[in-house]
Structures are given as structure tokens and as C-alpha cells.
């Protein structure tokens, strides 16, 4: 079946750090893929998202690029912040919404 | 817009007992879902519906009932709660349920059951 690993954390980095968080994904036909971030004590919020092959998602300068070749979704950004910290999901979708599949996700801490 | 809202945020229950945990959302949109978090496990659907009247069971259903007579609201039902259930629920919406349209959160209910 269809499904989502991504690196497992916790992450520690310094601030100004180069961050890449690994992700590939196993599924049939050609999904969509997100990138979705929790900060603490809150809800999941989209960061950016894929829907075909070659396309580039970015947000608040995090990229990510939709990879057929090597099925695989990283998340990267060139200088992350203390505000950078949060736990990170890489997900799929599938046919609809009711199959979206989320990774386990990857706790990211950042030090000033 | 309060976007998706949730009560309670915090809940502690006996092992056996009932309990209703509330989503609404004011964006009209016709998708909601229940998932679970636990540790190292992502999110995993309970139960979505497609729209008012409308739902079905997603990956870990058992022991969860749901209902949704409006379009706004999607309560998720606790029968008779067991230690098991421990965990963070997460009600989404989203416009429809097309491959890539964004999924909106609320900010979570983190049940005890002892």
C-alpha cells in the first residue's frame, strides 16, 4: 500500500544553518505531496505542497521538489530560525482526501 | 473566520465511560476528518465525511462514532473509552475532498483515559 517515511529526529541545529529533512514515499499512480508543520500546542498547517512531477512547493523560504525518479519529497531551506522549530510531517495524497497518508514526522529544534 | 475549532483541549477519562469530543468549522467546506497523533505514529484517520449526511470509516475506526447532520459540525464519539485512546485528536477540513486541496486543523483535544 501507499505510504510515507521520512528521517526520523529530533533534528538539533544551529541558527543560520542549511536544513534538509529526507522524505520518500511509496504509492500507485501519481499523488500529490505536502509538506505540513505543527508548532507547539497547535494544529498542523500546509507549508507548501507538490501536486506533479517536477514541481518545486516553497514557503517561508522551505522548498521541496517532487521527485518521480527517486520518489522522494525533501524539505529543505538555506538558513533556518529559532522560530524554525516544530514538528514536521511529510504526507501523501492519493485518490482523495480521505487517503491521505502522513509520516511519522520529524521534531526539529534550533539553537540561537 | 475561527477556521476549525475544537473542545475540549484537555479531557480525562475513566476507563468505560462515554464522551463527545465537538469540531466545527465556519469555512463551508464540505470534507472533515478525525485523526489520531501518537508518539513516532503521524496522524492516522478515524472516520471522514464528504458532506452533510455523509461518512465513512478511515484507517483506525474502532471503538469511534461519528455523525454529521450540518455541514458545520463533526463530532467524534467515544463509546466506552479505554487506555488505548489515549491520544491527541485532530479534526481537518478541507473544501472538497480533491487530491490536493489543503487540509485545515484544529488545535487538538489530548484525551487521558486511565
Known amino acids: 500500500g501507499d505510504s510515507v517515511t521520512q528521517m526520523e529526529g529530533p533534528v538539533t541545529l544551529s541558527e543560520e544553518a542549511f536544513l534538509t529533512i529526507n522524505c520518500t514515499y511509496t504509492a500507485t499512480g501519481y499523488p500529490s505531496l505536502f509538506w505540513y508543520v505543527q508548532y507547539p500546542g497547535e494544529g498542523l498547517q500546509l507549508l507548501l505542497k507538490a501536486t506533479k512531477a517536477d514541481d518545486k512547493g516553497s514557503n517561508k523560504g522551505f522548498e521541496a521538489t517532487y521527485r518521480k525518479e527517486t520518489t522522494s519529497f525533501h524539505l529543505e531551506k538555506g538558513s533556518v530560525q529559532v522560530s524554525d522549530s516544530a514538528v514536521y510531517f511529510c504526507?501523501?495524497?492519493?485518490?482523495?482526501?480521505?487517503?491521505?497518508?502522513f509520516g511519522s514526522g520529524t521534531r526539529l529544534s534550533i539553537r540561537p | 473566520n475561527a477556521g476549525v475549532t475544537q473542545t475540549p483541549k484537555f479531557q480525562v477519562l475513566k476507563t468505560g465511560q462515554s464522551m463527545t469530543l465537538q469540531c466545527a468549522q465556519d469555512?463551508?467546506?464540505?470534507?472533515m476528518s478525525w485523526y489520531r497523533q501518537d508518539p513516532g505514529m503521524g496522524l492516522r484517520l478515524i472516520h471522514y465525511?464528504?458532506?452533510?449526511?455523509?461518512?465513512d470509516q478511515g484507517e483506525v475506526p474502532n471503538g469511534y462514532n461519528v455523525s454529521r447532520s450540518t455541514t458545520e459540525d463533526f463530532p467524534l464519539r467515544l463509546l466506552s473509552a479505554a487506555p488505548s485512546q489515549t491520544s491527541v485528536y485532530f479534526c481537518?477540513?478541507?473544501?472538497?475532498?480533491?487530491?490536493?486541496?489543503?487540509?485545515?486543523f484544529g488545535p487538538g483535544t489530548r484525551l487521558t483515559v486511565l
Open positions: 504526507a501523501l495524497s492519493a485518490g482523495s482526501a480521505s487517503k491521505i497518508i
Open positions: 481537518a477540513s478541507s473544501y472538497s475532498p480533491a487530491l490536493a486541496d489543503e487540509q485545515f
Open positions: 469555512m463551508n467546506h464540505e470534507y
Open positions: 465525511s464528504v458532506g452533510a449526511g455523509i461518512t
